[in-house]
């Protein structure tokens, strides 16, 4: 199986990726009865993708309103250098904030897109002011606060 192939992925495949997407505590057991292998092409199979590097591990998954970790903002994030030394230490920086759930480099009027959970206006305004803003090559910032989530999955869910 190629890194960047996902040609090679055959029904089968895509079946675990789908079941273990939705429960990744299932036994090996489970799974291929889910699937309609047995259990050792079943396991073959699992370790085969492990080993490719399709699946990269496995963990829990937490409801954040109930962590009281409701507050979410999208920050657009503008660099006063975009050569590859400022993006690579912008990167790592970004790598350390915990708040920082995801960050994407953008093809657009800016260069970053990060989404930051926090537990309310206070403490996004601390992030902002004592994290994000002392980034690396941070020229500028703009704030979009999410008032609610219409949608999100996992990727389980397009396989």
């Keep these: 199986m190629s890194q960047n ?7 089968f495949d895509r079946a675990i990726l789908r079941v273990l997407a939705a429960d990744g505590r299932i036994s090996v057991t489970d799974l291929a009865r889910e699937i309609g292998l047995s259990k050792s092409p079943t396991q073959a199979r699992l370790r085969r ?3 490719a590097g399709v699946i990269t591990g ?5 409801d954040p309103i ?6 979410v903002s999208f920050v657009e994030v503008r660099l006063d250098n975009t050569r590859e030394s400022a993006l690579a230490a912008f990167n790592a920086a970004v790598a350390k904030i915990p708040e920082i759930e995801q960050a994407h480099l953008i093809a ?3 260069d970053y897109l990060l989404k930051v959970r926090t ?4 403490e996004y305004r601390r992030v902002l002011a004592e ?6 090559h941070v020229a500028s910032t703009s704030t979009y606060v999410a008032m609610q989530a219409v949608k999100e999955t996992v990727l389980g869910d397009v396989i």
């Design 5 to 11: 192939d996902h040609s090679d992925l055959d029904r």
């Design 58 to 62: 496995y963990r829990a998954f937490f």
């Design 131 to 136: 994290a994000i803003s002392t980034l690396p």
């Design 66 to 71: 109930r962590l009281g970790l409701d507050h």
């Design 119 to 122: 537990q309310d206006m206070t």
């Design 49 to 51: 993708l492990e080993k």
């Design 108 to 110: 657009g009027s800016f």
